[in-house]
């Protein structure tokens, strides 16, 4: 399921991100996980917007 | 693409959110060139510098609502008129155009009824107006209030969104981003700590299938979309 992949690429990255010494890179990486929660509400919308104009019953 | 940061601040040194930015802007390629470092302003030199910019960027701290008195002494001496528009070669035509400005008021206060009841568009204005008379592409203006009050996870984000602003692609959609940290994530691969090449090339794939998925899904709407109107 797309929806897990996204659960679990965004805490991969919380993981790899506390892991980090260097400022800079615990920095990016926190950001990054953003990006992925952001891409994985995007999908949820997406998703739903499918369904919804998959299932409009005037178009029937 | 080339960025040239055009940083304008008096006390530089003793400036805590420009050291931070310059260290966040040292790990691109971009040019660093703080005016009141200058030991005399080269006009000739100053120009060439901005010719071989694609994206040109004023980063200063906000003094009564303008730029230091160091920028606009550059400005008068460097943007003179046949270099902005007067001998027909419009040097700086559809180059980007970008402001970063550090406030010591909270962001909220800038607006009509905030109290400093006027907004950091209006007072970027008359830099606005050089950027269009030279023929330049305007990006958002990047604001930094408070920074000393800001948390160490929005300092972080802080850092990143400036370095986007530097070298990432505008307009700021969700695909620019994605592209930008796909790329980023690439290049800092050998920097990272205590992780292997296959556990970081499976979140750099899984991150790619992500971006694909959701492109996928953009098309196949815009199919339905397409459905909907026959």
Redesign the interface.
């Known amino acids: 399921m797309?929806e897990d992949?996204?659960v679990?690429?965004s805490k991969?990255?919380s993981k790899?991100a506390d892991?980090?010494?260097?400022?800079?890179?615990?920095?990016?990486l926190?950001?990054?996980k953003?990006?992925?929660e952001?891409?994985?509400d995007?999908?949820k919308l997406?998703?739903g917007?499918?369904d919804g104009?998959?299932w409009?019953h005037e178009?029937w | 693409m080339k960025t040239l940061i055009i940083v304008s601040h008096p006390e530089i040194n003793n400036s805590q959110t420009q050291q931070f930015l310059m260290?966040?802007a040292k790990?691109f390629d971009v040019t660093w060139h703080h005016v009141e470092g200058l030991k005399k302003i080269d006009v000739d030199n100053e120009q060439k510098l901005l010719r071989a910019a694609d994206r040109i960027i004023f980063q200063f701290p906000l003094y009564w609502y303008a730029a230091p008195a160091g920028l606009k002494d550059w400005e008068d001496k460097v943007l003179t008129r046949n270099f902005i528009y007067g001998d027909g070669n419009d040097n700086l035509r559809d180059k980007e155009f970008g402001i970063v400005v550090s406030t010591g008021m909270p962001l909220k206060e800038f607006r009509r009824g905030g109290t400093e009841n006027i907004t950091i568009d209006q007072i970027m204005a008359p830099l606005r107006a050089i950027a269009d008379r030279a023929k330049m592409e305007n990006l958002p203006v990047f604001v930094i209030s408070q920074f000393q009050y800001l948390k160490e996870?929005q300092q972080?984000?802080t850092?990143?969104?400036y370095q986007r602003y530097l070298t990432q692609k505008y307009p700021d959609t969700?695909d620019n981003?994605?592209e930008w940290?796909e790329q980023?994530?690439a290049d800092?691969l050998k920097?990272?700590?205590?992780?292997n090449c296959t556990?970081?090339e499976?979140?750099l794939n899984?991150?790619i299938?992500?971006?694909e998925?959701?492109s996928q899904?953009?098309s196949?709407?815009s199919l339905?979309?397409q459905?909907?109107d026959e």
């Open positions: 797309a992949t996204g679990w690429l991969e990255l790899l892991k980090q010494k260097a400022y800079e890179n615990r920095a990016f926190t950001a990054m953003k990006v992925v952001e891409q994985n995007r999908m997406l998703q917007e499918v104009r998959l409009n178009q | 260290q966040g790990l996870e972080m984000q850092l990143i969104d969700l981003r994605q940290f980023e994530f800092r920097t990272l700590d205590e992780t556990e970081c499976t979140i899984t991150f299938q992500q971006k998925d959701l899904l953009k196949t709407i339905i979309k459905g909907e």
